[in-house]
């Protein structure tokens, strides 16, 4: 489970490769799932990226999503498969819950879609799409998939009427396929509360952080919906240095094991469920990193 109220489940950002100008490097990477899943981490991300430009801060070219998650779901066999995020308002929700289901069912089951709306108006007018509809298009999209992802699996058409000669392949081999909202979305956190299983957001200084916590519960009393876990990335350079201190960089921290036990320890006591680690370092390679949190950081909170 992604998420649960007493405990802090620990994911990995991917690609994990040095950031350049460079595609993914697919044998590496199928390597690195394969590390997580052995070592014990809950969950790999993937993103949906689908043009590059100077004005997305990542510059590694990525993977199409549903391409990469088959080819993780066949390398792995326990860690979660999740999608941070697939950019709903650009892509077609049946063509969504067709790749949903393909991915659940070849995962058995492990698999979270993670939606959001995406922010950059290049990329909008590349697909024909108004920004600023991003909003209602959401929206209308969630319910369509939603509906095609729930046990009737119900498809949809474009004028909101259930059309019952059509159905939806492969079936769904569990209750329902989770869905959660990465990023705001461009909707107020009482809809994400009412509608969405938890909320994946971006790293910030923990006293911050704790500022949007505190939103999110009030925005879950409103809505009565019961729990919804709340869960963030976090960039992270771990240093081969134990006892080096804390450093705040871009969206997470520049440390040391120790000072990352006791950063991870204090977002799980602020009420923090995830964590998914996007990690970056030009000396130390990511599966090493991975041991070292593996081996000394997860066991010191559990």
Do not use: C
Request: aromatic share 8%; no cysteine.
């Amino acid at each position: 489970m992604l998420f649960h109220p007493d405990h802090l489940s620990f994911g990995i950002v991917l690609p994990a490769q040095t950031r350049t100008h460079a595609d993914v490097q697919f044998d590496t990477q199928l390597g690195i799932a394969g590390k997580a899943d052995g070592l014990g981490f809950d969950a790999l991300w993937v993103r949906d990226v689908p043009l590059n430009s100077e004005s997305y801060p990542d510059p590694v070219g990525h993977a199409d999503p549903w391409v990469f998650l088959g080819a993780l779901a066949a390398v792995t066999s326990r860690i979660g498969l999740a999608t941070g995020a697939i950019v709903l308002p650009l892509r077609h929700p049946l063509h969504i819950a067709k790749a949903a289901l393909s991915v659940a069912s070849l995962s058995k089951g492990r698999f979270v879609l993670g939606l959001g709306s995406g922010d950059r108006p290049s990329e909008y007018e590349m697909f024909g799409k108004d920004i600023e509809s991003r909003k209602v298009l959401f929206q209308l999209r969630w319910e369509r998939l939603a509906a095609a992802l729930l046990p009737n699996q119900a498809v949809i058409d474009e004028k909101g009427d259930v059309r019952d000669e059509f159905v939806i392949k492969p079936a769904l081999q569990q209750s329902a396929i989770p869905m959660i909202a990465v990023g705001s979305s461009a909707q107020s956190l009482e809809w994400i509360a009412r509608h969405a299983g938890g909320w994946m957001t971006y790293y910030r200084p923990l006293p911050i952080q704790r500022d949007r916590l505190a939103l999110w519960h009030n925005a879950q009393s409103k809505t009565a919906t019961g729990f919804r876990g709340f869960g963030q990335s976090m960039v992270l350079e771990l240093l081969d240095q134990p006892e080096a201190p804390y450093e705040e960089i871009n969206l997470g921290g520049r440390t040391g094991r120790r000072a990352l036990i006791e950063m991870v320890s204090a977002m799980r006591d602020a009420g923090i469920h995830h964590v998914a680690f996007n990690l970056i370092s030009d000396k130390r390679p990511p599966g090493e990193v991975m041991e070292e949190i593996a081996g000394d950081v997860i066991p010191a909170l559990r």
